[in-house]
């Protein structure tokens, strides 16, 4: 089947009346103010995906500006030191700004051109999905205005710089907790006010359809490289994937074409920061201390919240996995048993960005050393003929900072 | 206990609960039902109201700090009604509060504590189906909002939602594009709203966000049976010691009125501006 065609195919359960259900997750819950735009985008979202001029400026696009294919690469040193099994890293890190995310804010940038929009926000947690929006409005000529947390703006600074050099206005978000899900609130107060001039580039596989499914399938083209990739190295899939989930947009882009493949066993790593009690980890599949199924801004899905319905604060080390809620199609997989959800600490996470750094030569983004400290995790238990693909969804220029201070890295002693 | 507009322009009063503190609320409600107010709206505090400006957030954030929960609401509902049994009272709530407690559960608990209508803000028609039956079975009216951006198909659809329970409650027409609390120059919308609005239901309608002033209600009450005033309540009572809030909202919900007599000349445009 061609990738377009795949990409066609909808996968929605028929005893389903509404749109975008994930199992019983997803849907669509926004103030009435959002309905028309949110029906708008998905006819010309449909529009587009049927329409192959739409496809092949967006591959051109992600072929010679991006950078895609990214490549599979072999991590033998990093094998060969844990002694197990076989580590593959999918290099999402070497995509143009430095993370997966320029996948999807191509595809909705393209979209938003082809709806008329020239007013484009988006909001951001780690800023690369803000740096990929900005650099996305600078290549179409689209005004943009990025939202995120102050306290991401301080823990991510390089990101920030990066959206405001690329021309794009970054508005500071004060309330809650300074973090993602607040961005998000104020992105979402800012299309409900100028809904009918502006496209909302959401980040994430995350809010009212059609977002998570439109989001997820800009992603797919990880895991369609990444299965002929491994197919041509190793002559087979892999034993396991492994992705790290904020949101969850890297990992079902690296997940999806894998699902009818029920020998390669799915593995999405949440952030474990720093303990189990609700408010010191964003692990929203967490059997005890973890979410709940509840609404946050716009879709049914697992939300980490106290009993009376509070959206509960979260932390993480790293500003792209710190968010209550979680993509409905990973709740679906959760409960389906198809995917798997482990979680990783904060300092599990900063001892794999060193160990991956000084094995391989590659600096990841904390974000993505959650699922590399998940593989350095399981590959000794496995066979050294077992694959194990780490979906490596970003690179670590943007947390210099953090990893100087909490590696001390300024010059005084040395992390072992 | 009914939801009916007798003066016109009706008056909506929304109050988020447990600002500054539950028994105030309470008071609050009292006094502005015994100065005009039609129809309460209980606000449930919300950690992340997305649909509400920075009136509302502050006062929700103090609220849920304090650890006001929707059962606390439903406990000021339930003196509310037993103190004044013809009052209108309609609870308002983000979804995520509602769904922890269960729909079903809810509507039970609503109804036993006097309640009329539900308003959910992110709760649109299409998925409402449970809701709905739950609503129903409680003899409870769903209160939807309409949006300027609405088109008629969509108004048509929320108006057969409204009286999908049997128990009639009231359109809730946005006035703007927009959150909760702003001002705006987009003043055409409500008029043109309710016109199209009426093309669907004979239920009331009430003119809601940016409503802050009797210029306001006054020019609302030309086109439409009742007007919401939130922000500017909330605000109000931001602003006021606690001990009189009662007091400084009743006089400001009589008030209301005073522009709303055929003197009155400023439409809603002049009051934008
Ligand atoms: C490098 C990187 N990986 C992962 C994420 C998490 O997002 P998602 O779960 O949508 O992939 C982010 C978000 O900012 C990121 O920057």
């Known amino acids: 089947m061609s990738v377009a065609a795949a990409i066609t195919e909808e996968k929605t359960s028929p005893a389903q009346a509404t749109a975008g259900r994930f199992g019983a997750y997803g849907g669509r819950y926004v103030p009435e103010t959002l309905m028309a735009a949110l029906e708008e985008l998905e006819v010309a ?352 220029d943007k947390d210099m900072g953090i990893l100087a201070r909490e590696l001390d890295l300024k010059g005084a002693s040395d992390v072992s | 206990m009914a939801i009916k507009f007798e003066k016109k322009p009706g008056i909506v009063a929304y109050l988020t609960t447990g600002d500054p503190d539950l028994n105030t609320t309470r008071d609050i409600a009292l006094a502005a039902i015994d100065n005009g107010a039609d129809v309460i709206e209980l606000g449930v505090p919300f950690s992340d109201p997305l649909a509400d400006g920075p009136v509302i957030q502050r006062a929700s954030e103090r609220a849920v700090a304090r650890g006001v929960r929707l059962t606390d609401v439903l406990v000021v509902a339930k003196q509310i009604r037993e103190a004044r049994p013809n009052a209108g009272l309609v609870l308002f709530s983000y979804l995520n509060p509602v769904v922890r407690i269960g729909i079903e559960p809810l509507c039970r608990e609503a109804a036993d504590a006097g309640i009329d209508g539900i308003l959910l803000t992110d709760m649109i028609v299409e998925e409402a189906d449970e809701y709905l039956e739950a609503l129903r079975a409680n003899q409870l009216a769903p209160i939807f909002l309409a949006a300027p951006t609405s088109p008629d198909r969509r108004l048509k659809a929320i108006a057969e939602a409204s009286l999908a329970t049997g128990k009639p409650g009231f359109v809730y027409a946005i006035s703007r594009v927009g959150i909760t609390g702003t001002q705006t120059q987009v003043a055409d919308d409500a008029e043109d709203l309710v016109t199209r609005l009426r093309q669907f239901t004979k239920l009331p309608i009430a003119v809601g966000f940016g409503i802050s002033n009797s210029i306001h209600v006054a020019a609302v009450g030309k086109f439409a049976e009742a007007a919401v005033i939130g922000s500017a309540i909330v605000s109000l009572i931001e602003k006021t010691p606690p001990e009189e809030a009662a007091t400084v909202v009743g006089r400001f919900i009589y008030k209301l009125r005073d522009g709303a007599g055929p003197s009155q000349q400023s439409g809603i445009r002049a009051a934008y501006r």
């Open chain 1, 45 to 396: 979202y449909a529009a587009a995906q049927a329409d192959p001029a739409f496809h092949a400026e967006l591959n051109g696009l992600l072929h010679t500006y991006a950078g895609r294919p990214t490549a599979l690469y072999y991590a033998k040193r990093l094998s060969e030191t844990l002694g197990g099994a076989k580590i593959y890293l999918k290099r999402e890190d070497l995509l143009h700004t430095g993370a997966h995310k320029i996948n999807n804010a191509l595809g909705q940038g393209l979209l938003a051109k082809r709806m008329g929009k020239q007013r484009i926000i988006a909001e951001t947690g780690a800023g690369q999905h803000g740096v990929a929006t900005a650099t996305v409005c600078a290549l179409l000529g689209l005004d943009c205005v990025i939202y995120m947390g102050q306290e991401d703006m301080q823990r991510q600074e390089p990101n920030v710089y990066r959206m405001r050099l690329l021309g794009a206005e970054v508005r500071g978000v004060t309330g809650g907790s300074a973090t993602l899900k607040d961005a998000i609130n104020e992105a979402m107060r800012d299309w409900v006010t100028n809904v009918r001039s502006t496209y909302y580039v959401l980040g994430s596989a995350l809010g009212s359809h059609p977002y998570p499914t439109m989001v997820r399938n800009f992603h797919r083209v990880i895991s369609i490289e990444a299965r002929q990739q491994i197919l041509e190295a190793e002559g087979k899939l892999p034993d396991a994937i492994i992705a790290c989930v904020g949101g969850g947009s890297n990992a079902i882009g690296a997940f999806y074409e894998f699902l009818p493949d029920t020998s390669v066993e799915l593995i999405g790593v949440e952030a474990g920061g720093r303990g189990t009690g609700l408010g010191e980890h964003a692990a929203r599949f967490q059997k005890i201390g973890g979410g709940t199924p509840g609404v946050l801004q716009g879709t049914y899905s697992y939300v980490l919240q106290n009993d009376a319905g509070q959206i509960s604060s979260t932390h993480s080390v790293s500003a792209g996995l710190d968010y209550a809620s979680v993509g409905p199609e990973h709740a679906m997989l959760h409960d389906s048993g198809r995917a798997s959800y482990v979680s990783c600490s904060d300092d599990a996470a900063l001892k794999a960005v060193v160990t991956l750094s000084r094995t391989e030569g590659i600096i990841p983004a904390l974000e993505s050393a959650h699922a590399v400290a998940e593989a350095i995790r399981i590959a000794p238990t496995r066979s050294q003929t077992d694959i194990i693909m780490v979906n490596l969804s970003g690179r670590g």
